[in-house]
């Protein structure tokens, strides 16, 4: 952003110096004056009055009192020492007490003194406590003063060393907000923005959000740099996104043939749900187009996405080329190869298998025949995105279960397409919560299937503790007793190899446990885990897939995909150790045929508070959007599956869990002004402009794709 003030070297702030400079690059990545006021502070504590002391409530907030200290002394002896003082205003008292630097406070406390003490009230033994609390001599000019929203920063251990600690670094804060009271300060947003949304001025913004004068002040402050920082995230997004369409070519299937018609007319085997219909309409809509398709398909598990992507696939053969379909697990791909293979059974299609097992002979000939073009889908693992996999002319890639690859994977299969890329599609049944979706994949256009088939009852969910084992062996009993079939799960541990053990001596416990209660030869079980060879795993599977097991007792392997609509119970153990989506994913195992389906969360009677949510979230909705929304409430965005690598959700201070409103707002204004304006060559538009251009992420982005 040209030369400015913000510029600067951090080292040559009053105050900071080339050792604390160092520790500031270091520790926080602030290297200019432009990082450090872009260190907001995490939170506020709330000094805007004085409490009385009669209205406060033990456990509440931390807050400040004016008054007087009474008596000060010293109690017990050696590690047992600790300082005990007497605090009064003219409604009542607290006891203060210290443990840390009795000697210390002893001597700098004055008794008698006016204090202006700031501290967590809590109960001890009946009476109103605080435990180390703030202390500072009440001056005319603090008073004042104090009645403020103080900032508070995350620090680090090195920084503390250096006597930046929150407040340390708060004074650095306000050295440079006085600083720049005097500067030019250079605005972002064009003056239409600000005038239109009664914005505040981008200087005044970035002192109130240190130093905010009230609530007042500090939410308008945070309100325009929220919108700033989510605008111009979407602005980058919707900008790539345009540009990439209006330069990359992408094959034109323009019509619809024999394939797709016949096995419409004659092979499907129920009614498309109307979110389906919907959703190949947009597909088609946007491959007949001349432009590269990348597309993001959500539904729920059990939404009926492989149907989707099965005639999608068709679509692209009727236009003369090759599809493929990759998915994370062996498991899941030979599953895909086999249900697919089967629908388009007497059309005359070719279908293969890859995976890193199909090798030697078999592989070679495979190859062969992808590249004369006689096969004509290719499903399979990430063996197909390898090197040495060459198409004839692959017109249509889908990916399965997305958050499995890596964003280089995806880009890899650019490189597939002969002419031109082939489309892309994405589907997902990780419900990404519509503010995630909305900036993590800004890029690709999103469709959602939200109807699951007709005829699907919701899974019914219930937790019980180990109390509750016996009842839940006689519901297996009634279940299989039905003709249905089980999962039993164990979380997955993979850290450490003593972890792993006890993950496994957990599961081998479960499972003697099972088998004392389901003997054979009544009852056949089959068990997963992690240490099993590929080969054992997959012939468990396989029979509990063709029914010949009542009982399948596995590590989460079974997580995604897999399709047994037989199956009507799950029982999860360990619950507690599992992330909300990953629950809901599992889940979806069941429900998937007419019946009713349980799902039974097994638990510790102790839970923490987060788990407890989790569980009652599981009791209370089936829907993956809601799960979804609650897991980002959770655990931050920051930790939403496939989130981490990207980069993108590194926000500084909007929290997409909670400002989705201002999202919403920040694209609509971004796609309106990139309709008006797509190079952003209008002379309104120039901040914007220069703001794009000086992104790096933009700029290697955009270098990827011309
Ligand atoms: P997911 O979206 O989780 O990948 P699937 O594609 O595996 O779901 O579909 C789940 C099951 O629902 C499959 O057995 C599939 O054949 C069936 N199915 C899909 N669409 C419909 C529909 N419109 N009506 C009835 N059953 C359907
Ligand atoms: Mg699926």
Redesign the pocket.
């Given at each position: 952003m040209g030369n400015s003030i913000l510029d600067t070297k951090i080292e040559f702030l009053k105050g900071v110096g080339p050792q604390r400079g160092d520790t500031l690059k270091t520790e926080l990545q602030i290297f200019t004056f432009k990082e450090l006021v872009q260190f907001y502070p995490f939170r506020y504590v709330d000094k805007t009055k004085f409490h009385e002391i009669r209205d406060i409530k033990p456990d509440s907030h931390p807050v400040q009192l004016k008054g007087t200290l009474r008596r000060l002394e010293s109690v017990g002896s050696g590690r047992k020492r600790r300082l005990v003082g007497r605090f009064r205003d003219n409604t009542g008292v607290v006891q203060l007490i210290w443990f840390k630097g009795v000697s210390f406070l002893e001597k700098k406390l004055v008794i008698g003194g006016t204090y202006i003490v700031y501290g967590k009230p809590t109960l001890f033994s009946g009476r109103l406590n605080m435990t180390h609390p703030e202390m500072e001599i009440a001056t005319q000019a603090n008073m004042e003063q104090s009645l403020s929203l103080e900032p508070v920063y995350h620090s680090t251990g090195k920084l503390e060393g250096r006597g930046l600690d929150s407040r340390g670094i708060m004074k650095l804060q306000k050295v440079l907000r006085n600083k720049l009271s005097t500067e030019q300060v250079p605005e972002t947003l064009p003056d239409y923005f600000i005038k239109k949304f009664r914005f505040t001025d981008r200087r005044k913004a970035l002192a109130d959000i240190h130093f905010p004068a009230n609530q007042n002040a500090l939410t308008i402050a945070s309100n325009r740099l929220k919108f700033e920082e989510l605008f111009f995230l979407q602005l980058k997004m919707l900008s790539l996104k345009t540009r990439r369409k209006s330069v990359l070519r992408g094959h034109v299937f323009a019509s619809v043939g024999q394939f797709f018609n016949t096995f419409f007319k004659d092979h499907l085997k129920?009614?498309?749900?109307g979110a389906?219909k919907r959703v190949i309409k947009e597909i088609r809509q946007d491959i007949g187009r001349g432009t590269q398709m990348n597309r993001l398909l959500q539904?729920?598990?059990?939404?009926?996405?492989?149907?989707v992507g099965l005639m999608c696939m068709l679509i692209a053969l009727d236009n003369g080329f090759q599809a493929s379909l990759m998915a994370p697990t062996e498991i899941l791909a030979q599953q895909h190869y086999t249900s697919i293979k089967e629908e388009v059974s007497g059309l005359g299609i070719q279908v293969g298998f890859l995976s890193g097992s199909i090798k030697g002979k078999k592989r070679k000939q495979l190859l062969e025949l992808l590249k004369t073009g006689e096969l004509h889908i290719l499903i399979g693992t990430h063996a197909l995105i390898e090197d040495w996999v060459e198409f004839k002319n692959l017109g249509l890639s889908i990916i399965?279960e997305q958050h499995r690859f890596g964003v280089a994977q995806r880009a890899s299969l650019w490189k597939k397409g002969i002419g031109a890329p082939p489309h892309v599609l994405v589907?997902t049944?990780t419900p990404i919560p519509r503010t995630l979706a909305m900036t993590l994949y800004g890029d690709l256009d999103v469709s959602v299937?939200d109807e699951l088939?007709?005829g699907r009852k919701d899974v019914t969910t219930l937790h019980k503790t180990e109390n509750g084992r016996l009842r839940v062996f006689g519901m297996m009993k009634e279940e299989i007793k039905k003709g249905r079939q089980i999962y039993v799960v164990y979380p997955l541990i993979e850290e450490s190899e003593s972890e792993q053990f006890a993950e496994l001596k957990n599961l081998m416990e479960g499972f003697d446990a099972i088998t004392r209660e389901f003997p054979k030869p009544q009852y056949q079980i089959s068990v997963v885990h992690g240490r099993m060879k590929a080969s054992e795993k997959d012939f468990e599977m396989q029979r509990f897939v063709k029914g010949e097991t009542q009982i399948m007792i596995a590590t989460t392997v079974i997580e995604v995909?897999v399709?047994v609509?037989n199956a009507t119970m799950m029982i999860i153990e360990n619950t507690e150790r599992f992330g909300l989506s990953q629950l809901h994913q599992l889940r979806?195992r069941v429900g998937?045929g007419g019946e009713q389906s349980y799902c039974i969360l097994m638990s510790s009677f102790k839970l923490t508070k987060e788990g407890q949510k989790r569980i009652e979230t599981m009791c209370r909705t089936n829907n993956g959007f809601e799960v979804a929304e609650v897991d980002m409430e959770l655990r931050g965005p920051g930790n939403i599956q496939g989130t981490q690598q990207s980069g993108i959700v590194d926000l500084k201070i909007a929290n997409l869990a909670t400002d989705s409103r201002i999202l919403q707002t920040a694209r609509e204004v971004a796609m309106r002004v990139l309709e008006d304006d797509p190079e952003l060559a209008k002379p309104h538009h120039a901040r914007l402009r220069r703001y794009l251009e000086s992104d790096k992420t933009y700029r290697t982005n955009w270098s990827r794709i011309s």
């Open positions: 129920f009614e498309l749900t389906q539904g729920d598990v059990g939404s009926g996405k492989t149907i399965d589907m049944a299937i088939p007709p995909g399709n609509p979806g998937r």
